[in-house]
Nanobody, 124 residues
C-alpha cells in the first residue's frame, strides 16, 4: 500500500496562493489515480480535484474550478495542488488520496489510501 504525506499548508490572506504537495512512498504513485479532498470544521469531507495516472485527465469541484490546478510528477512520486485566488471559504484540512483504479473518482469511499492532511487557513 502507498503511504502519502502532504505539505505546503499554512496561513495566508485572501487572494494569496499556496501549493500543496503530496509525497508518496511504498509504491510508485504512477499506478494510482490521485485526488485532493478537504474538510472544514463541522463539515463533511468534500472533493476538490482528481487526476488520472498519466495526468492527462483532471476533474475539479465547481467551487475551485479556474482557481486550483492539480498536477503530478510521477518521476518524483509527488502530486501537487496549486491554489490561487484563495478565499476564506477555502479554509480546511486538505488531504490527498490514492485510488488503485484507472478511472477518476470524486467520492472519498473510492480512494483506499489517505495522507494525514495539511491545514490551510485563509484570512479575510
Amino acid at each position: 500500500q502507498v503511504q502519502l504525506v502532504e505539505s505546503g499548508g499554512g496561513l495566508v490572506q485572501a487572494g494569496d496562493s499556496l501549493r500543496l504537495s503530496c509525497a508518496a512512498s511504498g509504491r510508485t504513485v504512477s499506478i494510482y489515480t490521485m485526488g485532493w479532498f478537504r474538510q472544514a470544521p463541522g463539515k463533511e469531507r468534500e472533493f476538490v480535484a482528481a487526476i488520472s495516472r498519466s495526468g492527462g485527465i483532471t476533474s475539479y469541484a465547481d467551487s475551485v474550478k479556474g482557481r486550483f490546478t492539480i498536477s503530478r510528477d510521477n518521476d518524483k512520486n509527488t502530486v501537487y495542488l496549486q491554489m490561487n485566488s484563495l478565499k476564506p471559504e477555502d479554509t480546511a484540512v486538505y488531504s490527498c488520496a490514492a485510488r488503485d483504479r484507472s478511472s477518476i473518482a470524486r467520492t472519498p469511499s473510492a480512494f483506499g489510501s489517505w495522507g494525514q492532511g495539511t491545514q490551510v487557513t485563509v484570512s479575510s
